[in-house]
Each structure stands twice: as structure tokens, then as C-alpha cells.
DNA sequence: GACTGTGAAGCCATTCACAGCT
DNA sequence: AGCTGTGAATGGCTTCACAGTC
């Protein structure tokens, strides 16, 4: 299988890609180009051409692709053609909507268990997903063949939940604290910094207010 | 004025920097070097150096930066030396958590409403945020002067309460729901999709098990 | 001696433009 | 005729390496 370095912009809009051809099949739509494509998630069509090209050729020349079909490609791509088991640490407001959050069940990940040392919460269920002590955590992951661990606790504790998260053999990890943390090189850590994506805003807020 | 086009990945690392300097000034630190930001932050010194020289000199060649005085640089970079109004959108569970969210407060965001149609929510309030019905968003916006507007409701609803934000005088959207919106151009639009966040790092996990 | 600031080089991603199918 | 797939060109970001300063 033929692997160069795939760009991670690429990945980013395969998903979103995939994200659209799925409402596209909702309506019925069984064809597009990668002009109407690029039309609809605000991109160039040599760019989704481009994008699809890193990984064969899913199209017909002078007709375009069939949507279904081209979903389920990327949606193998991406991995999504099974479902993730992920466990969320940290029951906090953030770990709470994370955990209820449809979106993820929608695109094939499971969240089995929430975790908390707050001994009001553990003990509780978040839509029927049990909360679990921290201690318990190495246990579960497992015996239920945890993939994915997603931290949403404070930055102070951040550090010390990937550690276990590390030590319990998860291997992919999304973290919600404004911290950055070291995992060994061979786990996947992406972070999501919800205040960083205001400061973008403001940072050209203020850029544009300079150019008068 | 110089403005030749930073990299938007600058203005996130600008960003990290600053909470990492932050976190210095509390320890009473006050001298670094870029290696040690770098080594910090996970990145390259090089990188660090650069990434300032867009804007200034702030450091002392063969002594490095003043924590302090370079955070202070940075957040008048980023637009952060006032405070920003925020509105929320949606008082489901995400709207619900990032309203709470502390790390807004702290670089200066005030969420100063939430508005919902769910006419259980209304009246209510979320941490002290009062929760108002949709129709009030226009009269709040303009009158409390509110320079962003977050998304927090399900896909089907972005694109209504971005006009609605737009139609309002809001220009900077962060917008959570999975879906692609479109807004005039002067107005910043950033999305956060946690599921696409999953999805690289489920196709990274796959990558590494192609390699056996 | 140590560390910043920066032009130049290298590398990576996007866009162009056209050959190749249907 | 229409649209994909792709080498080539372009543009942009990162790394290198060193002159400049303390």
C-alpha cells in the first residue's frame, strides 16, 4: 500500500467531505463532481481532486462520482467503517456534554464509561454511560478494549490522566485541557483549545480594525 | 503599518505561548530563552523566534525574553489587553458546558447571554447567565454591544442563527455544529468539530496498523 | 559564551493546466 | 463535451545557519 505522507489539512477535509456526501445520500443525490463538492464545503475542485488522488481513484471521467460509493471509501479512510470504543475522563460541564454528545455515536464511536474522582458523581450515569472512580480506569479500558481516551478534566490534573490513560494501553488521545501534556511518540495526541479558537477571532478582529 | 500575512498557525502557537508564559509568571519565573518556550510548548526554538519577529524585537540577544513583558506583548497581539462580549446560542449540553467554560473568563472573554428557544430554559440562568429566547437575540446583541457569537446548536439550526448573528452586527462566529455555514465575507468564521477530531486520530491509528 | 533576529534554503501544500477517459 | 487524475508550477511555512548583540 503505497503511504506518502498524507497532509493532515487532507484529513481534515475528507471528513468533512464525508460529512457532506452523507446528506447528500440522505436526499437521494447518487452523483457529484468535485466542483459541486468543493461548492458545498467551501473549497477549490482541484483541491478535492487532489485530496481523493492521495488514495486511488474513486471517480469516472466526464461524469463525476457516485456519492454513496465515495463515502464509503473515505469513510474506510478514515477508519469508520467499525465502531471506536472511547472513555471520557473528567464529568465536569465539558465531560458531561462530551459524553452526551450525538455526534460522535453518529460517525461510529462509543462511549462506554465516563470517569470522575468527585464522589457525588461516581456511582451516576450520564444517558445511560456509567461514572466510574479514576482508580478504576486501568481495569476497565481493559477488559472493554478501549481505543480512544478523551481528557476533559482541568489542566492541573491533565498531565496525570494521560499517564494513565498511557499506562492502561490506550494509544490515541484527545485532549480538552488548555495544557499541553507529553505522551511516548507512538500515542496520538490531538488537542482541542476552545479559548485558543476565540483568540484567532480576536487576533483578526483587531487585524481588521487596523487596516482603517 | 506592517501587516505581511501571518500564518494562522503562528497565531495559534502566539496563543499557546501566552498561557505558557502565564503559568511562568506564577511560578515567579521571569527570564526565558526561546529553546525553553520551545522545549515548554513542544516546538522548535527557531520556530518561537520567528514566530515573534512578525511583530517586534521583544527579546535581549544573548539574555532572552522577559516572561512578563513578552506575555504582555502577545496578548496586545492577540487583541487580548480588553475584554470581550461574548453570546452563546443553544443551552443544550455543549452550550450549557462552554457557557460555564472558566477558560474564557480567564483570557478575558465575558459570556454575557445564552439564548435558547426551548421555553424550559428560558428565564432561567447558567451561572448567573440569563437564558433569553432567540427573538431576543438582535435587541441584545446591538444594545450590549457583543463582538462574538458562539454556535451551539444542533446542525439543521447553524445556518438560521449565524444569519441571525450576521443580520445582528456580530462579526466572529465560532461555530461547534457539524455543519459547513456560510456568512458574508467580512465576517471571521472559525469551526470546532470534535467528531473531526476523532476522526484523525482513528486514521492515524490505522496508519500506524498499516505499517506491520 | 549565550541567545536573539533574520536572510536563505529546504520542504510541504495548493493551484494550475492539460492529457486521458467516458 | 464533460469531468477526473496528475505532473508541473507556484506559493507559503518551517528549518537552517550565522551575523549581531549583550
Redesign the interface.
Known amino acids: 500500500?503505497k503511504?506518502l505522507k498524507i497532509p493532515?489539512a487532507t484529513?481534515?477535509r475528507l471528513?468533512?467531505y464525508s460529512?457532506?456526501l452523507t446528506q447528500l445520500d440522505k436526499k437521494g443525490i447518487t452523483n457529484i463532481s468535485s466542483g459541486e463538492i468543493a461548492e458545498?464545503?467551501?473549497g477549490s475542485p482541484a483541491q478535492v481532486r487532489k485530496d481523493l488522488a492521495y488514495f486511488g481513484e474513486f471517480g469516472t471521467r466526464g461524469v463525476g462520482y457516485n456519492v454513496r460509493d465515495l463515502n464509503q471509501h473515505i469513510i474506510r479512510?478514515?477508519?469508520?467503517n467499525k465502531n471506536?470504543q472511547?472513555i471520557i475522563v473528567g464529568a465536569?460541564?465539558?465531560g458531561?456534554?462530551?459524553t452526551?454528545?450525538k455526534?460522535?455515536r453518529?460517525?461510529g464511536?462509543d462511549v462506554i464509561a465516563v470517569f470522575d474522582n468527585d464522589i457525588n458523581k461516581v456511582g451516576l450515569t450520564l444517558n445511560g454511560i456509567p461514572i466510574y472512580p479514576v482508580s478504576k480506569l486501568n481495569e476497565i479500558v481493559k477488559k472493554k478494549q478501549v481505543?480512544?481516551g478523551i481528557i476533559a478534566v482541568p489542566a492541573p490534573y491533565a498531565q496525570d490522566v494521560a499517564d494513565a490513560m498511557v499506562e492502561s494501553g490506550i494509544?490515541?488521545?484527545?485532549n480538552f485541557a488548555?495544557?499541553?501534556i507529553?505522551v511516548p511518540e507512538?500515542v496520538?495526541l490531538?488537542n482541542?483549545?476552545?479559548?485558543?479558537?476565540?483568540?484567532?477571532?480576536?487576533?483578526?478582529?483587531?487585524?481588521?480594525k487596523?487596516?482603517n
Open positions: 500500500m503511504t493532515e484529513i481534515i471528513s468533512v460529512r457532506y458545498g464545503v467551501g479512510i478514515l477508519g469508520l471506536w472511547v465536569g460541564n465539558l458531561s456534554a462530551l452526551q454528545y455526534g460522535f453518529e460517525r464511536f481505543d480512544i494509544n490515541a488521545i484527545l488548555p495544557v499541553v507529553s507512538e496520538e490531538r482541542v483549545d476552545l479559548a485558543v479558537n476565540l483568540e484567532i477571532l480576536t487576533f483578526n478582529l483587531e487585524l481588521q487596523d487596516k
